[in-house]
């Protein structure tokens, strides 16, 4: 057993974990929790509801269903980025202007009044997601690291 190597690779691992459990608690905080309760609204042939707002640099998630079990229109008024998801009978929205500010906007494009009841949620893109995302894949790599240190550590010999 090589005890300098078995207790850097033991280091490693403690800060490996230490910088995951920051990384993961900062990127949880930056994608942030829902700004609204649950919503239930009705709309007519043709109506729309606006969303929400957002800047640049941020994006607007929304969760919803619908009495009708098919997507709704989408509409927003600043070019950007949109996604929409199907996951478990919900829809997933995301919409992330690329400049200025932009409205995202629910629209009932059937022919039959529809029941809908959604949740906003707002999601920051600023760089306290990317620091998170480097804090967690530094700690992956550290911890791989770590754990050869270790093994290596306790099954070679000393050296004499």
């Known amino acids: 057993m090589r005890k300098g190597m078995l207790i850097t690779g033991m280091?490693?691992?403690v800060i490996a974990i230490a910088l995951f459990a920051i990384g993961f608690t900062g990127a949880a905080k930056v994608i942030g929790t829902p700004s609204?309760?649950?919503k239930t609204i009705s709309l007519s042939p043709g109506d729309e509801i606006l969303i929400g707002s957002v800047e640049a640099g941020t994006a607007l998630g929304m969760v919803y269903n619908d009495?009708?079990?098919k997507p709704l229109g989408v509409n927003y008024t600043s070019p950007g980025y949109l996604s929409t998801t199907q996951v478990d009978g919900l829809y997933?929205?995301?919409y992330a202007p690329?400049?200025?500010v932009g409205?995202?906007?629910l629209v009932n494009n059937y022919t039959t009044t529809v029941s809908v009841t959604y949740r906003v949620i707002s999601i920051s893109a600023s760089s306290g997601l990317i620091t998170s995302g480097v804090m967690i894949f530094l700690s992956i790599v550290i911890g791989i690291v770590g754990l050869i240190l270790t093994i290596l550590g306790a099954v070679l010999k000393p050296r004499h």
């Open 11 to 13: 280091v490693l691992l």
């Open 98 to 100: 690329l400049s200025g």
């Open 92 to 94: 997933v929205v995301t």
């Open 67 to 69: 009495s009708l079990n």
């Open 36 to 38: 609204s309760s649950p």
């Open 103 to 105: 409205d995202l906007y």
